[in-house]
């Protein structure tokens, strides 16, 4: 049968599935093709940047063999083993079917891909094509064999490729040609080790299969959660916890970078890092559900990277607590779907935005609550924090949504500010540190005083985004959820129903805010458009529920949990005019609502079945 050359189209977003051992992850499509992987960390070069470019930009496909005429077969089944990251994909063909297994095995050493090639009937022609691209596809590297295995080597990386199939080189690529019958099992495996350092171990497929399952299993069952959303709530921290770098405490936002919110447009940003916001939320989700040793270490996180110097608290950091995330485009990128252009790094790093403080201090609190060891160091800095928004908290800044235009009064900042005073309050009250208790009480009546005159609209009865501004903004939604005002408050009533009137799409779910004021005017500073925030729309069935609306909260949250991959994942946003799924994947941002609406949900009895 003729074999031709490989020639990858990147799939849609959904189409892809996470692998990843808490330092890295990759992306692996329906036809076997993984399209993205930063070696060694998350936020490390790509070696496999064909999903934000062409096969020419790397890519390592395994799968059936087809003919020179016809696109890669897509996978008839794929899976996750149980309640683990190890996924499994099958091929019906016409000779027979093959299963590939993928995994990444949690390491303290190299960083491995695993891919074993089962057959499960018949005899299936099979085919592994790699093409390695270092610094994001723009490098070639020198391949060759050392000792009997093939490396590529290109400045300070190598990748090691390892397997018992014959393998020989065409057209800058490494192929396998082989065949798979009931039984067979054939293992390839890359690793990558610093080129300057000697090769790294040789792998043991099988039983790195076994340990990675060992791994995942003993994880799952310290999740204290056992209710009707048990599924999707397990499959959200499986995926949280792939979104955290093990070796510091930090947690990505997500693995990936530049897939975009508009698809053809400019919305492409950097979330490989981490966010104190997202990092902060990601953590209470973790608490709830029995996870102290994740929250522990982010603790750890955060008091390295603040250090002594709370008062230039940045929004986001690097995964190891890196400060400088200065932002760049890659021209030689065409961006997934031509969306460009390709970013990394993030220029929002030294954006104000002083929510951050109202997350980080609301993570600290329910760390104390939850029974976590005493840091004197994170009290300490709790205190710190608060001194700062004493002379800063009624300053504009850009917001939870990173807006690119003007600094604006923004409710949802004010919010969370008065979130900040108000828990360090409560720290001080139970005695665990020591503060000026009546003046920061003062402090937190004058902030909600603040926000219910300047950031309240009498006449629509809601809150707006900012003050003096007739724009709603979802982020109000977390009103009643931080506890500024209790559910049942006429204004809260309002601001949900005005919500679902003004951000609305017409599947019922939200957007974060108006991208235009009805003209040309971006109010965000950015062209194009943007769709449904999966976050907000979560946020909406949680305050359904608070407000007593549980039937209609249950029914978005199912309608939610509808567009889910196969596997469970969710990115950023959801495109309502495509239909599918758009923005960074998988998204921290977007599991987190998942899970704390379902354990609301839960709590009130409010789901089918």
Excluded at 195 to 218: I, N, V
Excluded at 403 to 425: E, L, N, Q, Y
Aim: charged share 25%.
């Amino acid at each position: 049968m003729a074999v031709r050359l490989e020639l990858h189209v990147a799939g849609l977003i959904e189409d892809y599935a996470l692998i990843g051992d808490m330092q890295t992850a990759a992306l692996v499509c329906r036809d076997g093709t993984v399209d993205w992987l930063c070696l060694p960390r998350f936020d490390s070069h790509a070696v496999f940047a064909g999903l934000l470019g062409t096969e020419e930009h790397g890519f390592w496909r395994l799968g059936p063999a087809h003919a020179a005429d016809a696109e890669p077969p897509v996978a008839a089944r794929r899976r996750y083993r149980g309640d683990s990251l190890i996924l499994e994909s099958e091929w019906d063909t016409p000779r027979g079917t093959v299963r590939v297994t993928d995994f990444m095995p949690p390491r303290d050493g190299a960083p491995q891909l695993i891919r074993i090639v089962e057959g499960v009937s018949g005899r299936v022609p099979m085919r592994s094509a790699l093409r390695m691209r270092f610094s994001y596809g723009r490098v070639v590297p020198w391949v060759h064999k050392h000792e009997g295995r093939t490396v590529a080597v290109a400045g300070p990386d190598s990748v090691w490729f390892d397997t018992t199939a014959e393998t020989y080189g065409k057209s800058l690529t490494t192929y396998a040609d082989f065949t798979v019958a009931p039984g067979d099992r054939i293992a390839f495996t890359i690793s990558w080790e610093p080129s300057h350092k000697q090769p790294p171990a040789l792998p043991e497929p099988e039983q790195s299969l076994d340990a990675t399952e060992d791994f995942w299993r003993e994880w799952v069952e310290q999740c204290t959660y056992h209710g009707p959303y048990r599924e999707a709530v397990v499959r959200s921290l499986i995926t949280l916890k792939a979104l955290t770098y093990a070796p510091t405490g930090g947690i990505v936002a997500a693995p990936t970078t530049s897939l975009p919110e508009d698809i053809g447009g400019v919305r492409n940003w950097d979330y490989r890092y981490t966010w104190l916001r997202d990092a902060a939320i990601t953590l209470s989700s973790l608490l709830r559900t029995g996870y102290r040793d994740e929250a522990r270490a982010w603790r750890e996180w955060l008091l390295r990277a603040v250090a002594g110097d709370p008062e230039n608290l940045q929004i986001m950091y690097g995964i190891a607590g890196e400060r400088e995330l200065g932002e760049a485009e890659l021209d030689w990128l065409p961006g997934y779907e031509n969306s460009g252009p390709v970013r990394v790094g993030n220029g929002a790093a030294h954006q104000l935005q002083l929510d951050v403080y109202g997350e980080v201090t609301e993570a600290l609190h329910l760390a104390h609550m939850t029974g976590l060891a005493r840091n004197d160091y994170a009290s300490l800095l709790q205190l710190k924090l608060i001194r700062y928004l004493e002379q800063h908290w009624d300053e504009p800044d850009e917001g939870i949504w990173e807006v690119r235009g003007p600094r604006r009064h923004f409710v949802h900042s004010k919010v969370m500010a008065w979130v900040a005073v108000d828990r360090t309050i409560k720290l001080i009250e139970s005695g665990d540190a020591d503060g000026p208790l009546e003046k920061w009480r003062d402090l937190r009546d004058d902030i909600h005083r603040d926000v219910c005159e300047k950031g309240y609209d009498k006449e629509r009865n809601t809150f707006t985004q900012s003050y003096g501004s007739k724009e709603l903004d979802a982020s109000l939604l977390l009103i009643p959820q931080m506890g500024f005002l209790p559910p049942d408050d006429k204004r809260v009533i309002g601001t949900i129903e005005a919500i679902q009137r003004e951000l609305s799409t017409e599947d019922g779910f939200i957007l974060r805010y108006p991208t235009t004021s009805g003209g040309d005017e971006n109010l965000d500073g950015l062209p194009g458009d943007e769709g449904a925030f999966l976050a907000c729309s979560f946020w909406m069935a949680d305050d359904l529920a608070m407000i007593g609306r549980v039937d209609e909260a249950r029914k978005l949250f199912e309608k939610l949990l509808a567009l889910r991959n196969d596997l469970g994942l969710l990115a950023e946003e959801w495109d309502p005019r495509l239909k599918r799924q758009v923005g960074n994947f998988p998204q921290a941002f977007s599991h987190v609502p998942l899970i704390d609406t379902a354990l609301r949900l839960t709590a009130s009895g409010a789901y089918g079945g």
